[in-house]
């Protein structure tokens, strides 16, 4: 059974980083998504399983990067520059199938438990 790990929540001040992971027990196509208080969850960030592909929201282009560690079936989101709208859940989540980066949720079958980042003005 597939199980998704997350780390690296926490609060920090705008203009602040912080690098969230996500660790898989094994290499799959992974995303992040985030859920802020009263609204729905949204697309953040894509890669595919061979590292080659990327996809990004518009809203964390130029702020967000992904790397991922396959030795370690981690992948990492870097945010820097983090804004108080940054403030969210954020759930990492696999793509069993290898596919395509996409910024469909349904496209991914297992999600992890969620960290909270939370960005001060």
């Known amino acids: 059974q597939v199980q998704l790990v997350e780390s690296g929540g926490g609060l920090v001040q705008a203009g602040g980083s912080l690098r969230l992971s996500c660790a898989a027990s094994?290499?799959?196509?992974m995303a992040w998504f985030r859920q802020a208080p009263g609204k729905e969850r949204e697309f953040v960030a894509a890669m595919r399983w061979t590292g080659v592909s990327t996809a990004f929201a518009d809203s964390v282009k130029g702020r967000f990067t992904l790397s991922r560690d396959n030795a370690k079936n981690t992948v990492y989101l870097q945010m820097n520059s983090l804004k108080p709208e940054d403030t969210a859940v954020y759930y990492c989540?696999?793509?069993?199938?290898?596919?395509?980066?996409?910024?469909?949720?349904?496209?991914?079958?297992?999600w992890g438990q969620g960290t909270q980042v939370t960005v001060s003005s």
């Open positions: 989540a696999a793509d069993l199938n290898f596919g395509l980066v996409s910024s469909d949720a349904g496209n991914y079958e297992v």
């Open positions: 094994g290499s799959y196509t």
